[in-house]
Structures are given as structure tokens and as C-alpha cells.
């Protein structure tokens, strides 16, 4: 079965400070890759997904992530943290279910800035 | 505006009562999903609808139920029969093409408390 570990359940960085979130998957075939934002008693907002081709994907408010397919790793990236970052971040998988395809998340990764 | 609304934002209950939750999308997406999230827990899968009038358990289905009437709404019902319903509910939608590619975008969900 399909898993994902977010082995970080809190960062906390400086604000103007680079910020790596790690995700780790478990999935047999190719994955399909996502991460969301959620700010304190909110919805979740679309970051970023890897579907296939470049390995290095950019998404929103200036986020990116890598997929190594090596590692089994898909992490996130920011050159230089905002306050307005601070939010919990979910890393996803895509994998198949009856006759659809679901999501199965990681346990989030809490994002504290420090001004 | 296109989007998935969702209400209300807070719900209280009394232990014994059944509770409704709504969902609704404009985005013509055929897919619904309903998710139930927990402080470090992630989200996990209760329900979802590849379309109208037909819908699957995920994870957690047990205590919940749906209909899917209308290709726009898809309302929860938790039940007296969960036992521990407090928690933050959350909704999606996606196109439901059945492909991997499919993204999920998520309703600013709903606070349920059991009083």
C-alpha cells in the first residue's frame, strides 16, 4: 500500500531564511506527487503536483520541489521564508482506488517564522 | 466565482444527534470527496462520488453517510453512531477523469464539535 512520511512535524526558520519540508513516499509504480498548504482553520491550497517530466517542479507563492525518484523523496523548497508562510504543508500521493484515484497524505509539517 | 463553499464553519452537537454538513461546487467537477482531519493525524478519506447518485467508502466510512443527488452537492451526515466526531471536515472536488493527473481542490471546511 501506499504511504507518505513527513519526517519533520515542526520546523521553525528565520524570516528571509531558505526552508527545505521533507517528503518520503511509498508507491509501486510511478507516483504522482502534491503539496498543499493550509493556513490555521482553513482549506487546503494547491501548491505544487509532479505528474512527469521535469523533476524539478515550481509552483505558487514562489515554492518549488524536486522528485528523485532515487530517494523515494519529493521535498519542498523556498530561497527565503515570509512571515506569511507560517502554515502547516501536507505532502500527497495519487494512487488508485475503485474506479477513481485518491490521495493519500502525510502527516503534515507545522512552518513557524521567526520575524 | 468558481469554487467550493462549504457550511457552516462551525457546528456544534449534542452526543446522540445526528449532523449534516454541506458541500457545494461550481467548478463542474464530477468528483467529490469528504475528509476528516485531526491534530497530527492528516487528512483521511470518508467518502467520495466519481458521480451523481454513486459513491464509495474510503478509509473511515463508519459513524458517516451521503447522497449524491446533484452533480453539486454532496452533503455528509455524521451519525450517532461515531464515536468520536469532533473534528475538522473538509470537502474536495475534482474534474474525475480517473486519471492519476486528477487534482483535488478543497472546500475552507467545517468545525464540528461534540458538546
Known amino acids: 500500500a501506499q504511504s507518505v512520511t513527513q519526517p519533520d512535524i515542526h520546523i521553525t526558520v528565520s524570516e528571509g531564511a531558505s526552508l527545505e519540508l521533507r517528503c518520503n513516499y511509498s508507491?509501486?509504480?510511478?507516483?504522482?506527487l502534491f503539496w498543499y498548504v493550509q493556513s490555521p482553520g482553513q482549506g487546503l491550497q494547491l501548491l505544487l503536483k509532479?505528474?512527469?517530466?521535469?523533476?524539478l517542479v515550481q509552483g505558487i507563492k514562489g515554492f518549488e520541489a524536486e522528485f528523485k525518484r532515487s530517494q523515494s523523496s519529493f521535498n519542498l523548497r523556498k530561497p527565503s521564508v515570509h512571515w506569511s508562510d507560517a502554515a502547516e504543508y501536507f505532502c500527497a500521493v495519487g494512487s488508485p482506488g475503485a474506479g477513481s484515484y485518491q490521495l493519500t497524505f502525510g502527516k503534515g509539517t507545522k512552518l513557524s517564522v521567526i520575524p | 466565482d468558481g469554487g467550493i463553499t462549504q457550511s457552516p464553519k462551525y457546528l456544534f452537537r449534542k452526543e446522540g444527534q445526528n449532523v449534516t454538513l454541506s458541500c457545494e461546487q461550481n467548478l463542474n467537477h464530477d468528483a467529490m470527496y469528504w475528509y476528516r482531519q485531526d491534530p497530527g493525524q492528516g487528512l483521511r478519506l470518508i467518502y467520495y462520488?466519481?458521480?451523481?447518485?454513486?459513491?464509495q467508502k474510503g478509509d473511515i466510512a463508519e459513524g458517516y453517510s451521503v447522497s449524491r443527488e446533484k452533480k453539486e452537492s454532496f452533503p455528509l451526515t455524521v451519525t450517532s453512531a461515531q464515536k468520536n466526531p469532533t473534528a475538522f471536515y473538509l470537502c474536495?472536488?475534482?474534474?474525475?477523469?480517473?486519471?492519476?493527473?486528477?487534482?483535488?481542490?478543497f472546500g475552507p471546511g467545517t468545525r464540528l464539535t461534540v458538546l
Open positions: 474536495a472536488s475534482s474534474i474525475g477523469d480517473r486519471r492519476m493527473t486528477d487534482t483535488q481542490y
Open positions: 462520488s466519481q458521480i451523481v447518485n454513486d459513491f
Open positions: 508507491y509501486g509504480a510511478t507516483p504522482y
Open positions: 509532479y505528474f512527469s517530466g521535469d523533476t
